[in-house]
């Protein structure tokens, strides 16, 4: 643990002045179907070409037994240990706005003092908006664009996003704590979170990672090329459709999965419910594993 009095973070130079950057949280640990809220954060890293700002302190805020760090051993050397710590990077967008990174291992203990310190670091840093990222499995078809719900503990900023609303009793990550830390220090605080098609969430899924820098930008008024994650999901699509073609039963799940988001969605020719053989949730789940054991057994 940090001595009492010692800060729990350290800088890399100097806090700088920032205009009102943006926060945009991902950190590893919690639910992250595809890895692709990951993969959104990786692609900010590298856009806004961040550089390190704030480390946390390992030993306050990390289990290193059950987060070993890494040894870096070289002809019988032990030339370094790498501690894996979370962190806050600071870079610009592609018209100069700056923006904050927080990521890194999401803190194994003391989650009110690590958010509480984020919160005090943000309003010192002059941040306006803070927006966290995850993505879930879903009953969706990678035929559909990304959907997305939205969290956020003002009321009034979730009725403002038109995106999906859940009403549901979940065991939280620390992204959930931060919003309530940065919301009672007056930031504004979002949670965005991908649905991937739950056939696909073993596996990269760019259109989400792409899905959720779009519209962390469209809500912060950032701008971030998002081109290369969409020429991934391009490939990744044709890849998907000629497998799913190749199987009846693959494709006959998918367009299950169709009908079921068109009658909801409204959209993409829409069926009326009675006109679908709309699955059940079981049946769906039942399909989906067998999809994932043909994945592991055939490749």
């Given at each position: 643990m940090t001595p009492p009095g010692a800060s729990p973070y350290t800088v890399q130079?100097?806090?700088p002045i920032l205009d009102s950057p943006t926060l945009i949280i991902m950190m590893t640990g919690w639910i992250d179907a595809s890895g692709a809220a990951a993969g959104a954060m990786q692609h900010l890293i590298n856009a806004t070409a961040s550089r390190?700002?704030?480390?946390?302190?390992?030993?306050?805020?990390?289990?290193?037994?059950?987060?070993?760090?890494?040894?870096?051993?070289?002809?019988?050397?032990n030339t370094r240990i790498v501690w894996s710590v979370p962190e806050m990077r600071v870079g610009t967008d592609d018209d100069g706005r700056d923006v904050l990174l927080l990521t890194g291992p999401e803190p194994d203990m003391a989650w009110r003092h690590f958010a509480n310190t984020v919160a005090t670091l943000a309003t010192q840093l002059g941040v306006k908006t803070a927006i966290g990222m995850g993505a879930y499995p879903f009953g969706a078809p990678?035929?559909?664009?990304?959907?997305?719900?939205?969290?956020?503990?003002?009321?009034?900023?979730?009725e403002r996003l038109?995106?999906?609303?859940?009403?549901?009793?979940?065991?939280?990550?620390?992204?959930?704590?931060?919003?309530?830390?940065?919301?009672?220090?007056?930031?504004?605080?979002?949670g965005l979170w991908a649905q991937i098609?739950?056939?696909?969430?073993?596996?990269?899924?760019?259109?989400?990672?792409?899905?959720?820098?779009?519209?962390a930008?469209?809500?912060?008024?950032l701008t971030i090329d998002t081109s290369a994650l969409r020429k991934e999901s391009g490939v990744q699509r044709e890849r998907l459709d000629q497998l799913v073609s190749g199987n009846p039963e693959h494709a006959e799940m998918l367009g299950k999965l169709?009908?079921?988001?068109?009658?909801?969605?409204?959209?993409?020719?829409?069926?009326?419910?009675?006109?679908?053989a709309i699955p059940t949730v079981d049946e769906i789940a039942a399909e989906v594993e067998q999809f994932l054991r043909d994945q592991q057994t055939g490749g």
């Open positions: 130079g100097e806090l390190d700002l704030i480390h946390f302190d390992g030993d306050t805020f990390v289990d290193y037994r059950a987060r070993r760090p890494l040894m870096e051993l070289r002809e019988g050397v990678h035929t559909r664009p990304v959907g997305l719900s939205a969290t956020s503990p003002d009321a009034a900023i979730a038109s995106l999906t609303r859940s009403t549901v009793d979940v065991p939280a990550g620390v992204e959930a704590i931060l919003e309530h830390s940065l919301n009672d220090a007056g930031i504004t605080a979002i098609p739950h056939y696909v969430s073993t596996m990269a899924y760019p259109a989400a990672s792409a899905a959720l820098v779009e519209a930008c469209l809500e912060a008024g169709e009908a079921a988001y068109d009658a909801e969605h409204g959209s993409f020719g829409a069926m009326k419910p009675d006109d679908a």
